[in-house]
């Protein structure tokens, strides 16, 4: 028998995973993750839920009393502090964040492994649609089941040693089969909506979130077009992603997209949607679950969390970046985002985009 930690969120994915682990015979451990983020939420049942409220923590706990199960609630609220702080940061030098991310890298496996020691734990667990098999001797990460589901986008920035250590059980199930595992054991959170916002944004207001945490901070500027006429006054570049077609703030007649965001100036330009296409883009702090490849690498990519993979050839430097070019032109690359690899299932790694190129 293993004794496994399990990042318990409060959800219908986590508590199905404790029941399967207690099921293949595992002595489970439960840690919740307490951020210190409070938010509508709190107060209205009918809200999807985030996972790491008031909430989430009496629905872990209680999940785990029902499973018989130790519980316990870690304080990461000054960890989680960092999250949010890149958050603001990146909005305010034009770039798009990805926390969900950055909170997988952080917290979730960066600080969940050293209390899985504390504990003398085998494995930790997370209610993450991945897999995890060790194929040849290789521990790989795989694609969850279910691609409606599949979380391999997010998790691409693990480190290839703590695979061995991880457990996803889940990964092999859709999510329908999730909330019925749940329903027969009668847990309450079976029904549960699933938590589609930023736990700290709950409102999805990003711009007002920046503004609160960085007060002092003005990215006011103009809008203009490809010839550099002015559009439109804005009050902050926050406001802003690469592909933005609505809340513009001024009429056209034509569709007009966000191209290009430009921190030194705050200028935002747009333009055309054929002027959102780029065959290429150069990526930074590379992680590979694989060896690095020393020469070019041919596997399919992926550019945001919702895109689909696509032919693609990487050529990693030596500096933990990377040159991306795709067999068709991509729409819409958005530095601050991630780019992820796979060949089929596997997930061989990703880094962060920087820039898009013209090939």
Partial sequence: MARVVLAMSGGVDSSASAILLKQQGHEVIGLFMRTGVHGPEEHDESRKKGCCSALDAGDAR?????????????????EFGRIMD????????????NPCVVCNNWLKFG??????????ADYIATGHYVRQETIDGEAQLLRGSDPDKDQSYVLFGLRRSLLPKLLFPVGG??????????????????????????CFVPDNDHFAF????????????????????????????????????????????SRRYVLQIVPSTHDVIVGDREELLASALRASKMNWLIEPPTGSLHCQAKIRYRASAVLAKVI???DESAHVEFAE?????TPGQAVVFYQGDRVLGGGWIEEALPG
């Fill in 86 to 97: 890149y958050f603001a940061d990146e909005y305010a030098v034009g770039r798009t964040p």
């Fill in 173 to 198: 199930y859709r999510k329908e089969e999730i909330r019925t595992i749940a329903r027969e054991a009668g847990l309450s959170v079976a029904e549960k909506p699933d938590s589609v916002e930023i």
């Fill in 62 to 78: 209680r999940v785990a009393d029902r499973l018989d199960i130790p519980f316990y609630a870690l304080d990461f609220e000054h």
């Fill in 329 to 333: 032109p991509q729409s819409a690359i």
């Fill in 111 to 120: 600080k969940l492994w050293s209390y899985g020691k504390q504990f003398d």
């Fill in 316 to 318: 990693a430097g030596a």
């Fill in 210 to 253: 920046v503004k609160r945490h960085r007060p002092d901070r003005d990215t006011s500027g103009v809008i203009r077009d490809t010839a550099g006429t002015v559009l439109a006054e804005h009050d902050g570049i926050e406001k802003f992603t690469i592909g933005q077609r609505k809340g513009l703030g001024f009429g056209s007649a």
